[in-house]
């Protein structure tokens, strides 16, 4: 006796026409079907209804699945899942799921699980580039979770500009390598609250720039993170990168003394001559050392009576030189004198010196030509942050400003231009805050993009208290948990799809796991990030990207002059 | 639909009927087969014609003038009563709704274009011809969409028939499988979706 029906199939049940996998106890859910697209729009995001076996305890925001459509792979980020009833009735007198007839008779019938999904890209079925939605699948597409190839083809493999930064969720054996070209062609953030692996992560970004030689370094380091052995919080040391890469790292230090007792090997002893600081110098200060207007004024009158040594006989005047300058100056005693005492500040800073040992902007530039990044360590000024943000300003101005002349006078002849300079500061939202981002010039750099070939990576645990235009110009975020609403409200502005992201964001576990968007890869991210270990060195020894320059044109090898 | 389907006792015949079900007569001796929730299907001899499957939603015996006397006296013999049983007028009816019909050994999963006759013969569905007829469970939908009859008690009746047709270690499997196809049929009305996954849980 056969069996057929002569009409078409009248059901309402989507598992009758979608036939299911007849195996209940599958909980693996690695490259299987999920479920199938039941409704959304591009702008919102899709709506996919779990088949009855998929596992929603299995599941996660953050993680990708793929819609396989008609002649387009979509790939998409999970950024919800709800539990649905066909009836809200249900909820009011819920079955007795302890009946395991019951149990499998309502899961996935009258009660089942949905997921939100963005889509993120799109390729094509025949050998298509991942290209960015225009459209969605149609409806009741299967979704699946993407498999290692459904990844490599989105992130590309590992070569000599794409540096594997670690695994996207619950896929341990894919890797995601970053774009390392497009990551330090634009500013570069790395967000995150405190002790979410920050460091960590910005350690391995720098290791995979410096290795590929895709731009020089200088770092300021304000806790001793990067260039030497870096302890964590479980007590074992970290490699810094200059006893992973030692002939393409130098260390400088603006206090010997805890370089020595860290017995770093270091190249030079940063000192700075008060006759060198200027007022703008100042300016960058104004929050941080509660500096008036009418202070700042009165630094720049001083400075033309008393022209480079102002600041030295500033600190040095007594009570009677200050009633001598009355006569001299507009500025108030009253702003003088606050000036004064606020300098004598200055004191603590053994840095600091009436004048120079030597030309500590020279040294620097003169690493960079020879492509060779500076880390410079402030040990124990590390914890005042004045002294953080005048040095890191002070150095950043005036070599910003040295390779502004050398891009200009290279003419638009990038063989003559000097070699691509990431600057890493901390604590960025001191630099970049909305008060003083236009007068500064990390604001400068962010907004002028990469026309001098210097970038920005900021790394910061306050994002929210970054300027906005500075922000918008940050091209990859990476980012860790952050936990405040207005933090991830910031480093979420200007991505497409985002709402779904801060789901996502706001879940991410509390250490080595990120988010990476933006420039440097094609579709945002979940990353479990690599462990920073002796393999991870060991990688970093014998990489095929080792020899990448190879592949570059030898002009650009070469040192060159900025000056 | 063979030999098995011959030898299956016939329960009646077709009294009256409409394309949505028929009522079969019998006598009231016979009735020991028929049950409320059971598949029946109507016999017919000729090759190409149709033979309605359906389910029994009703069984009723109606009085005729003897009982109603038999009833007042008070001096009914037993040999009185049984006599009225085997010889009465009125014959037992038997109500059934149909839910598909078979035509040149195919089963088809709705309503039958034509009724069947009258006179047809009623049988009791072989275990075979249940569970050809319920690898599909489109008969769910249209019983449920069926006034004048008790359905959730009748379709829970008739999935344990069903259920019962089969080998005991496919029970179970079947009717979780029919519990999902009513969950999605009753999803506008959990009650009674509730009510009748209660009446058909083997737990
Ligand atoms: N990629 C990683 N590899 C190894 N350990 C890590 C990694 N990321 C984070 N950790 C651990 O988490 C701790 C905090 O990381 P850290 O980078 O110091 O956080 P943050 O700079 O955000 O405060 C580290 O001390 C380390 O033990
Ligand atoms: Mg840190």
Known sequence: ?????????????????????????????????????????????LDVKLDRETVIEDLAVGRYVVVRGLNKRFFCMITDITLDTTNPAIRSDPPDLTDQFLREIYSGTAAFGTLHVTPMLTIDLEAGEPRPVKTIPSHFMPVEIATTDDVNDVFGREDATHFNVGAPLELEET???????????????????????????TRILLAGIIQNDVAVNLIFDMHNDYGWAARDERGSEAKGLKQLFSSKVAIFTLDEDATRRRNAKYDHVVTIGYDDIEPEDLAMLKTTMDLSDPMIDAAYELQKVWKRDWITHLIDASSDDLDMLK?????????????????????????????????SVRKIIEFIEQRKSVVLEFGRYGNALEAYILVANYLTRRIHAM?????????????????????????????????????????????????????????????????????????????????????????????????????????????????????AVPMPVVVKTRTYDTEFYRSLGSAPAGDGGSQRSKPDRESRRIR | MTDTTAQQPIIGSVLRASTVGFVCGTRSQDIVHPSFGAFVRTRHGQMGEIDVIGLIH??????DPLVRQLVLANNMTPAAARDQRENRMVPVEISVVN?????????????????????????????????????????????????????????AAALLHASNARPEAQRYAFLVHAGRRLAGLLAHDPPRLQHLLRLINPN
């Open chain 1, 1 to 45: 006796m056969g069996a057929r029906d002569p009409l078409y199939p009248q059901s309402d049940n989507l598992n009758d026409w979608f036939p299911q996998r007849d195996t209940s106890d599958v909980l693996t859910v690695n490259g299987l079907r999920l479920g199938v697209v039941v409704g959304g729009s591009l702008s919102k995001g």
């Open chain 1, 175 to 201: 890797q995601i390598n970053l774009d390392l070209k497009r990551l330090v062609e634009r500013s570069v953030g790395v967000f995150g609250k405190s002790g979410t692996g920050k460091s960590f992560l």
């Open chain 1, 327 to 359: 006569e001299m100056i507009a500025a108030s005693p009253a702003s003088v004198q606050a000036l004064q005492r606020r300098l004598r500040r200055f004191e603590r800073f053994d840095f600091l010196k009436p004048h120079a040992l030597d030309d």
């Open chain 1, 403 to 519: 390779y502004v002349q050398a891009v200009e006078r290279a003419l638009g002849d990038e063989n003559m231009e000097p070699p691509q300079l990431l600057i890493t500061i901390e604590e960025a939202h001191k630099f970049l805050d909305p008060l003083i981002a236009r007068q500064t010039i990390f604001g400068t750099i962010a907004r002028e993009l990469r026309k001098y070939n210097v970038t920005l990576l900021v790394v910061d645990q306050r994002p929210s208290g970054i300027d906005d235009e500075v922000m918008s110009q940050v091209g990859t975020r990476v980012t860790a948990l952050l936990d405040n609403d207005r933090d991830i409200a910031a480093v979420l502005m200007g991505i497409s799809g985002s709402a779904g992201l801060r789901e996502v964001l706001a879940r991410l576990d509390t250490s080595q796991q990120a988010i990476i968007m933006g420039h």
């Open chain 2, 58 to 63: 009703a069984i009723s015996i109606d009085d």
């Open chain 2, 99 to 155: 839910i598909g019909f078979i035509q040149y050994d195919y089963i088809y999963h709705n309503l039958p274009p034509r009724p069947p006759l009258s006179l047809d013969p009623v049988q009791l569905c072989d275990d075979e011809t249940i569970m050809a007829f319920t690898e599909r469970l489109d008969f769910l939908r249209l019983v449920l969409n069926t006034n004048d009859v008790p359905t959730e008690e009748l379709l």
